[in-house]
């Protein structure tokens, strides 16, 4: 098991963001969403945000930024860095149904939001329904000592094929 602590890291040329993704995490994420579609659930301050959208990503970010009051950061980082993302200032268990109903696809969906495992589970079943048929599904927080709820649900679905520090990662046919 891993602790991750909160620190602050530049996604680019530029001011620091807070986050708790390591380097490897952050180049891995950088990789899977190089111009692909991507569906963010979980931004907190925006610092996968940036990097998927620097990274050549669409990205549309789910958070109803309550937990940590950041929405106002994240703007001001999406504006620091020139990056566009589309925001759904809204819980998931409402914008995931919702994106199926529009018939939204994904090549990657990004898993970084509520924690406990009833949320891990619902993210995921409703991801699986968004992520095109070689689209790639990445959950952050696997193994991480204070979010036991992460890894309960991805293991309760399928234990990840491969992780990359507490990044699980699910490729095209994995899921």
């Known amino acids: ?8 890291l530049a996604p680019g040329v530029g001011p620091a ?5 390591t380097e490897a995490e952050t180049d891995e994420l950088r990789r899977l969403a190089k111009d692909k ?22 990205v549309t970010a789910v958070d109803p930024h309550t937990w940590l009051n950041s929405y106002g950061q994240m703007v ?12 759904l200032r809204e819980d998931s268990r409402a914008a ?43 959950c952050h927080d696997y193994d991480e000592d204070t979010c036991p709820g992460v890894r309960e649900a991805l293991d309760a679905w399928a234990p990840p094929p491969r992780l990359i520090d507490t990044m699980a990662i699910y490729g095209p046919g994995e899921w």
């Not at 098991?1 to 602050?8: A, C, E, K, S, Y």
């Not at 925006?46 to 669409?58: D, E, F, P, Q, T």
């Not at 001001?76 to 925001?87: C, D, H, M, P, R």
């Open 1 to 8: 098991m891993m602790r991750l602590p909160w620190r602050d």
């Open 17 to 21: 963001i807070s986050t708790s993704l």
């Open 37 to 58: 579609d991507v569906l963010e659930v979980g931004s907190a301050f925006g610092y996968s945000a940036v990097v998927m959208a620097l990274a050549g990503g669409r």
């Open 76 to 87: 001001a980082n999406l504006s620091y860095y020139q990056v566009t993302v589309g925001i």
């Open 96 to 138: 995931l149904p919702r994106l199926v109903e529009e018939s939204r696809t994904f090549d990657l969906v990004w898993i970084d939001g509520d924690h406990a495992a009833a949320m891990v589970a619902h993210d995921v079943e409703w991801a699986r329904k968004l992520l095109r048929e070689d689209g790639t599904l990445a």
